[in-house]
Nanobody, 116 residues
Framework: QVQVVESGGGLVQAGGSLRLSCAVS????????MSWYRQAPGKARELVAT????????DYADSVKGRFTISRDNAKNTVYLQMKSLKREDTAVYYC?????????WGQGTQVTVSS
């Protein structure tokens, strides 16, 4: 049974920082790409950041480049999303995805709310 569990969300003021974590079990973590997505109210889910299995290549949505950093610790089966200089428009539910289509697994999401 694959489990994907996000944590670290919360309420933060604009300009602040948060670090999200995503722990994965039941899955050969270090063989697969990991990704963070987000979904704001009334909007489609969007890819925020992705990292290859070894962590050698990362990619980001233009809206978060220079502010967010994705990383992974394969020894801990965990991927992180460090978010800095947060803006109100970063408010969303953030989801972690393990793997890539057709073999992918999603977490339940963690709410990030940025206040002005």
């Amino acid at each position: 049974q694959v489990q994907v569990v996000e944590s670290g969300g919360g309420l933060v003021q604009a300009g602040g920082s948060l670090r999200l974590s995503c722990a994965v079990s039941g899955f050969t973590f270090d063989n697969y790409r990991m990704s963070w997505y987000r979904q704001a109210p009334g909007k489609a889910r969007e890819l925020v950041a992705t990292i290859t299995s070894t962590g050698g290549i990362t990619d980001y949505a233009d809206s978060v480049k220079g502010r967010f950093t994705i990383s992974r610790d394969n020894a801990k089966n965990t991927v992180y999303l460090q978010m800095k200089s947060l803006k109100r428009e970063d408010t969303a539910v953030y989801y972690c995805k393990a793997g890539w289509s057709p073999r992918e697994y999603w977490g339940q999401g963690t709410q990030v709310t940025v206040s002005s």
